[in-house]
């Protein structure tokens, strides 16, 4: 019984010990790297960790609300963190892989509006659903008032629930995560497939012409990859439901940040490695 009780707290504790580990971790990897390849192979891993803290970040906003969210017994979109997350993610890794050809800049930007498309529609139609097909109001269990709009909830609440629907500000966190998530995807996509155009040509000996397909494959399963790592990774944080930034979970977010940083840099390093060794 008491494993069972045993809940983490909101807020979740800091492990001081175990963040330092982590960045000594990721410390190392980024001296493998350099050691393997200093130029390019370095930069591609520090833009494929960026990427990988954006999305791990940006989870944290996704209002999530699991299969309570189903019956109207808290509030958020009733899928899992990582399914979620991921979708906002791949919709906007799609985007940006379209603008690929127009820079780095504009790729991210592009990528990062078609995460935040997806969540906002998303959301939008969560809402449909909660209000003219099961007839329950957005209503926050976290906060006595919207922090956006300054609504108060209490008297929209129904009792023995958490909360239903999508209060305003958990559809803005929502939109704030696909944006986050979608230029995080981008950026470890067009980062690896730089170098992967680059380095492919001499590793298999053939024109860059022959070998842009193999790296544009290679790029966007290595990006998904790690999308979906750093989704799983960031729900384990997250551990349940969360309502968007400003349900307490959120604080939760520097030990992810550290986590991310950590799993991007090991599943980078090792897709640069296949090319560079």
């Not at 494993?3 to 807020?11: F, L, Y």
């Not at 960045?23 to 891993?45: F, N, T």
């Not at 990528?111 to 809402?127: D, F, H, L, P």
Request: glycine residues 16%; proline residues 5%; aromatic residues 6%.
């Amino acid at each position: 019984m008491s494993a069972v009780a045993a809940k983490p707290q909101a807020g979740g504790a800091i492990n001081p010990g175990a963040m330092a580990v982590g960045i000594v971790l990721l410390i190392i990897l980024l001296g493998i790297a350099y050691v393997v390849s200093p130029g390019i192979g370095l930069m591609a891993l520090i833009g494929v960790i960026i990427g990988g803290v954006l999305i791990g970040f940006g989870v944290h906003f996704v209002p999530v609300g699991g299969a309570p969210a189903a019956m109207g017994q808290a509030p958020g979109i009733a899928t899992g963190v990582a399914m979620l997350a991921a979708g906002a993610g791949l919709a906007g890794l799609f985007g940006g892989a379209w603008a690929a050809e127009q820079g780095l800049e504009m790729a991210v930007v592009t990528g990062a509006i078609g995460g935040g498309m997806m969540m906002a529609i998303t959301c939008m139609m969560v809402n449909f659903v909660y209000v003219f097909g099961m007839g329950i109001p957005a209503a926050s269990g976290k906060v006595a008032k919207d922090p956006i709009t300054g609504d108060t909830q209490a008297e929209y609440k129904s009792q023995g629930t958490e909360g239903h629907g999508l209060p305003f500000v958990s559809f803005v966190g929502g939109v704030i995560g696909g944006i986050l998530g979608g230029a995080g995807g981008t950026l470890i996509y067009i980062e690896l497939l730089e170098l992967y155009k680059t380095t492919l040509p001499g590793v298999m000996k053939v024109t860059s012409a022959q070998a842009e397909p193999i790296a544009v494959s290679v790029a966007g399963i290595f990006a998904i990859a790690l999308f979906l790592v750093n989704a799983v990774l960031t729900a384990y944080n997250i551990t349940g439901t969360i309502e968007g930034p400003h349900d307490p979970k959120f604080k939760r977010w520097p030990r992810a940040i550290v986590a991310s940083a950590v799993a991007s840099a090991l599943c980078g390093l090792v897709a640069i490695l296949i090319v560079v060794m």
